[in-house]
T-cell receptor, first 109, second 115 residues
Framework: KQEVTQIPAALSVPEGENLVLNCSFT??????LQWFRQDPGKGLTSLLL?????REQTSGRLNASLDKSSGRSTLYIAASQPGDSATYLC????????FGQGTELSVKP | ETGVTQSPTHLIKTRGQQVTLRCSSQ?????VSWYQQALGQGPQFIFQ???????GRGNFPPRFSGLQFPNYSSELNVNALELDDSALYLC??????????????FGPGTRLLVL
């Protein structure tokens, strides 16, 4: 069974801190890995997509990496801001996305 | 370019009723996927439609059905509603073709409450 796990379930950090969110998956034949942000009661916003042939992707203060051999992906957020507070979800693709349960991030001013 | 839209935003139904949720895909996208997200959980894949045909289905009973129209918009129908069907229903659009973008773009969701 293909599974995606995100630990921790919740994280609280002070503003300005650099942080790492973790995502692990059981299927080493992964095709791609996508990171999303979800604000309370809202839909998902795509942040970054990493193809299996890539090691990392960057967008602004966000950097996502993919290590197929260890079955892990990380989302690095630099200089966190209160506006970064949301739930972050990772999902393996393609097509039928399999999601982790998410990490709820709170950035305190 | 318009994003993915869903209607209605909220819906309250009683057990045993039927419901239809609607999704308009992002301009230029030909594939629509539906997901169910229970409170505090990650989304679960229901099914995907490409060229008006079902193109993959998750572990959901037949009372969950769908349609895709020639303009690539889509409907999700749920018959004989159960209390556990209460969730946020998300629609996502993407492109399947020679020049493919696997990125799925999600709509704001429809919040369904079954009483």
């Amino acid at each position: 069974k293909q599974e995606v796990t995100q630990i921790p379930a919740a994280l609280s950090v002070p503003e300005g801190e650099n942080l790492v969110l973790n995502c692990s998956f059981t299927d080493s034949a992964i095709y791609n890995l996508q990171w999303f942000r979800q604000d309370p009661g809202k839909g998902l916003t795509s942040l970054l997509l990493i193809q299996s042939s890539q090691r990392e992707q960057t967008s602004g203060r966000l950097n996502a990496s993919l290590d197929k051999s260890s079955g892990r992906s990380t989302l690095y957020i630099a200089a966190s801001q209160p506006g970064d507070s949301a739930t972050y979800l990772c999902a393996r693709g393609p097509g039928k996305l399999i999601f982790g349960q998410g990490t709820e991030l709170s950035v305190k001013p | 370019e318009t994003g993915v839209t869903q209607s209605p935003t909220h819906l309250i139904k009683t057990r045993g009723q039927q419901v239809t949720l609607r999704c308009s895909s992002q301009s230029g996208h030909n594939t629509v996927s539906w997901y169910q997200q229970a409170l505090g959980q990650g989304p679960q894949f229901i099914f995907q439609y490409y060229r008006e045909e079902e193109n993959g289905r998750g572990n959901f009973p037949p009372r969950f059905s769908g349609l895709q129209f020639p303009n690539y918009s889509s409907e999700l129908n749920v018959n004989a509603l159960e209390l556990d069907d209460s969730a946020l229903y998300l629609c996502a659009s993407s492109v399947t073709g020679l020049v493919r973008s696997e990125t799925q773009y999600f709509g704001p969701g429809t919040r369904l409450l079954v009483l």
